[in-house]
């Protein structure tokens, strides 16, 4: 069973336009919130994170959402780059030393110039 | 490059062959992960590590698969007598308390069980 959803398996955006990539979850035991974006045969690089105690965090054009009681959050890049189209996968773990991350499947996100 | 580091990047195997990859992790980080990804999944944990000590193993993780931090520094992950199914990228991870909750990932050693 998939705790962590991306429904939308990929997303396409003109150049300069807002992206938004979104993320449902299941477990309310998890806190703690990341996006990660990949490209093929690399591994993924971080972008973003959230706390659960927060429902906002911005990095520059990266921007993460987090609604807890719809178990929804949100990625939002503005302005969209070329240099965005990756894939992008949130990733979710709950409180504990352990800190593994339980990911989603990923949103393949194509900037067009 | 201080980041994590991971080799070989790719390896190529007859089935029934031993493999080792191995990881070294950003330095200050006492935290190691391992995990899986093919095609179209996002990764699958592995194995995590707290310093020397491997807390916990995934499910995944058959009596094929080992994996070692001996001196809470690098770590290697072997899988003996490979299987086709066993084709995939295996990624490497740290963290420490320092970086919070932000776990960093090396760039994957990939797979190919011919």
């Known amino acids: 069973d998939q705790q962590v959803k991306q429904n939308s398996p990929s997303l396409s955006v003109q150049e300069g336009r807002i992206s938004i990539l979104n993320c449902d979850y299941t477990n309310s035991m998890f806190d703690y919130f990341l996006w990660y974006k990949k490209y093929p045969a690399e591994g993924p690089t971080f972008l973003i994170s959230i706390s659960s105690i927060k429902d906002k965090n911005e990095d520059g054009r990266f921007t993460v959402f987090l609604n807890k009681s719809a178990k929804h959050l949100s990625l939002h890049i503005v302005p969209s780059q070329p240099g965005d189209s990756a894939v992008y996968f949130c990733?979710?773990?709950?409180?504990?030393?352990?800190?593994?991350?339980?990911w989603g499947l990923g949103t393949s996100l194509a900037v067009n110039p | 490059d201080t980041g994590v580091s991971q080799n070989p990047r790719h390896k190529i195997t007859k089935r029934g062959q031993n493999v080792t990859f191995r990881c070294d992790p950003i330095?200050?980080?006492?935290?190691l992960y391992w995990y899986r990804q093919t095609l179209g999944q996002g990764p699958e944990f592995l194995t995590y590590f707290q310093n020397e000590a491997q807390l916990e193993k995934s499910r995944l993780l058959s009596d094929r698969f080992s994996a070692e931090r001996p001196k809470g520094s690098f770590s290697t992950l072997e899988i003996q007598r490979t299987e086709q199914g066993d084709s995939a990228m295996y990624l490497c991870?740290?963290?420490?308390?320092?970086?919070?909750?932000?776990?960093?990932f090396g760039e994957g050693s990939w797979l190919t069980v011919v």
């Open positions: 991870a740290s963290t420490s308390r320092v970086t919070g909750n932000t776990i960093y």
């Open positions: 330095s200050e980080h006492n935290r």
């Open positions: 990733a979710a773990s709950e409180g504990g030393n352990n800190r593994k991350l339980i």
